[in-house]
């Protein structure tokens, strides 16, 4: 087995047959031949609501890098969490990780009240919490996010693993803020890896995708969430895929910077004194380091949240005066971004002075005068 830089330089195997091109081509027809005697000429290829070479290219380069035994593409993360949640029957159960990444919190609070589902909200950060959820609730599906957004919480896979399938549940993971570069959930146990493509994956906040990989294809899950994303649609353009794979060549080097340029940053300002705390697994003292060290090889990722000393007016102040990291929402791309989340959501409980960062592959010399300056 290759491992991820290779798999990754060569786009899983790139070379296009018919062009000899080191590159793969952009299919973008939406329907396909058939024969005189209306056989197709292509089994797999008869109409582009799932049938495409160039998406199915990039979903075999996604499974390949995740160890999964398949991979599908949505049109968006939003889009590949709905197609997740859709296989639940009305009145099942499912324990949400609390704290996560707000807008999948807000869609998956509306869709099971709409359905009827119990929706149990627990800090899965914690292990014995997540036990006592799914063992009250007895959950078809447990949700957990690690590193988590904002709060870079560290949720331990493998023990979570454990607690679902004692239940009879399904462990998915949102490992967004991780990669498949930094972190493999599926080795760990879990059963489906989630990722909004739009992060570190693609990399170039230039694409909206999401993608969920598998462990086992013959799970009836898996095949639920494939029929409804045949069925409902919510696929992804040809073009689309052919960027996430040009941007997958470099994601192992993307992330390797991103990751040094974090931790790097994260050590300088924790002995700022303008900054109250600093939340990053990668360092020592964070609540889940053990676990992230454990789960995670070749560094922490580009996600890291700062609290400043103060509330918002000096947060807001702080992001102002900031001229390299750019104040938008988002993470994951070759820039460095800021995000002042209370602003953004302020009804969730987030600090008015935490300020949400993701680190680009800037010159780390450049990012820290940057703060230094903003600081100042
Ligand atoms: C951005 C994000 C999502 C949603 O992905 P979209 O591509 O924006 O739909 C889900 N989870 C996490 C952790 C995210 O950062």
Same mark, same amino acid.
């Given at each position: ?20 091109? #080191? ?29 495409? @070479? ?57 869709? $099971? ?8 909200? &627990? @800090? ?9 959820? $799914? +063992? ?72 909206? !995708? ?20 045949? @069925?409902?649609? !919510?696929?992804?353009?040809?073009? +689309? ?8 060549? &470099?994601?192992?080097?993307?992330? +390797?910077?991103?990751?040094?340029? !974090? ?79 209370? &602003? ?14 993701? #680190? ?17």
């Amino acid at each position: 087995m290759k491992k991820p830089a290779t798999i990754a330089a060569h786009a899983g195997g790139a070379i296009d047959r018919q062009s000899a091109g #080191v590159v793969p081509p952009i299919q973008t027809s939406t329907t396909f031949l058939r024969d005189a005697d209306y056989g197709l000429i292509r089994p797999d290829n008869i109409y582009a609501r799932d049938d495409s @070479d160039t998406v199915r290219h990039a979903e075999h380069l996604l499974a390949q890098l995740e160890g999964a035994q398949d991979a599908l593409l949505f049109p968006s993360g939003m889009a590949a969490i709905a197609a997740l949640f859709r296989t639940l029957p009305n009145d099942a159960s499912v324990v949400v990780q609390s704290g996560i990444y707000w807008g999948t919190t807000k869609w998956v609070r509306d869709f $099971c009240e709409r359905r009827e589902i119990t929706l149990t909200e &627990t @800090d899965a950060s914690d292990p014995a919490a997540l036990q006592a959820a $799914c +063992e009250a609730h007895k959950p078809a599906l447990v949700f957990i996010e690690t590193p988590s957004n904002p709060w870079l919480k560290t949720t331990d896979i493998a023990a979570s693993a454990e607690i679902a399938h004692q239940v009879g549940a399904k462990l998915a993971v949102d490992a967004t803020a991780a990669t498949p570069v930094l972190m493999q959930p599926l080795a760990l146990g879990a059963d489906i890896v989630m990722h909004s493509a739009t992060k570190g994956i693609n990399g170039h906040s230039d694409v909206l !995708a999401g993608v969920l990989a598998t462990r086992a294809v013959d799970d009836p899950v898996w095949h639920a969430i494939k029929t409804d994303r045949h @069925d409902a649609g !919510a696929v992804i353009g040809a073009f +689309e895929a052919w960027l996430l794979i040009r941007g997958i060549r &470099t994601l192992p080097l993307r992330v +390797e910077r991103m990751s040094e340029n !974090a931790l790097a940053l994260v050590k300088h300002l924790r002995k700022h004194p303008q900054i109250a705390d600093v939340y990053y697994p990668g360092l020592a003292e964070h609540p889940g380091h053990d676990v992230a060290h454990r789960q995670m090889s070749g560094g922490y990722g580009p996600l890291l949240s700062v609290l400043v000393q103060g509330g918002a007016p000096e947060a807001l102040k702080v992001v102002g005066k900031l001229q390299l990291f750019m104040r938008a929402t988002s993470l994951g791309g070759v820039e460095s971004l800021v995000e002042h989340r209370h &602003t953004i959501e302020p009804h969730t409980g987030i600090p008015e002075n935490l300020i949400r960062v993701s #680190v680009g592959i800037e010159d780390i010399g450049d990012l820290i005068a940057d703060w230094d300056q903003a600081l100042s």
